[in-house]
């Protein structure tokens, strides 16, 4: 036998993606927000036109779960914070929140449950407007792709090639089942073999190509992945895609390949005494 050169590397899709989701949480499990009303004339229409707003802070954002603590702050009149929109002076409230109507000093809590942009007014000054969004909780975007990650498996394909019958055998070996993959082999810039072919029950595969690599000649094997699932199921597959591997066919090296695999964790492993593959993404 003799095999040459065995190139493989793992995909990483899942730990990459996984990285831009480990952010510190900018906000505690359990915020807590006061707005107040703004220090206007709120009596009179136009606080919408300060900079100051009608409502302090005007916009207010916080997480799902946490805790807006509306409070009246203002000394001169009563006011509400009702959640709904203004179309000139009819109001609409949409039942999300309502404080009722606060004297001075007066708190309202309203708990953030749902994820949304709440516009809200002043059922008694009605130009009094302000907007609540309620962003998704951080963390629980964080499990969902900590758990799409886990879902995301790792697919390591082994490739190995020997000569048989003046062609070559090209073994691949991959880390699953249900593979479905395509194999392209170039020669002299020529396509000299493809085929999509899918993994079955068994985790290795075979294909024959008619032709024999050399130094001058070497064959380019190409593997990618076109998702992992029963053949014809196409919406349903999951699993990294693209280009799990290459493998480059020239004479004169021996088998390293296999144990490789087992030390390698991360990143590409390329095995090539002659150096002469170059990793495609
Ligand atoms: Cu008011």
Known sequence: MRTKTVYSFFVLFAIVA???????????????????????????????DTEVGCYTPNTTTVEVGGVIIMTNADEAEIHTYTSGTVDGFAATADGTFDSGILQFG???????????????????????????????????????????????????????????????QVNLEFSTIHVNYEITAMQNDEEIFKEAAHAMKMTGASHMIDAVGSDESPIDIEIVSLGIGPPGANQDWTGPTGTVATLQVVPEFGTIAMMILAVAIISIVAITAKSRVIPRF
């Not at 007014?121 to 951080?138: K, P, R, T």
């Open 18 to 48: 996984g990285i831009g989701a480990i952010t510190p949480a900018a906000f505690a499990d359990h915020t807590e927000i006061a707005i107040s009303t703004a220090d206007n004339d709120l009596a009179t229409p136009g606080c919408l």
């Open 106 to 168: 007066d708190s309202f809590e309203y708990t953030a449950d749902t994820a949304g942009e709440f516009p809200y007014y002043c059922m008694l000054h009605v130009w009094m407007q302000g907007v609540l969004i309620v962003e998704e909780d951080a963390h629980a975007e964080e499990e969902a792709d900590a758990a799409a990650q886990a879902e995301a498996e790792e697919l390591v394909v082994t490739i190995t090639d020997s000569i048989v019958d003046g062609g070559t």
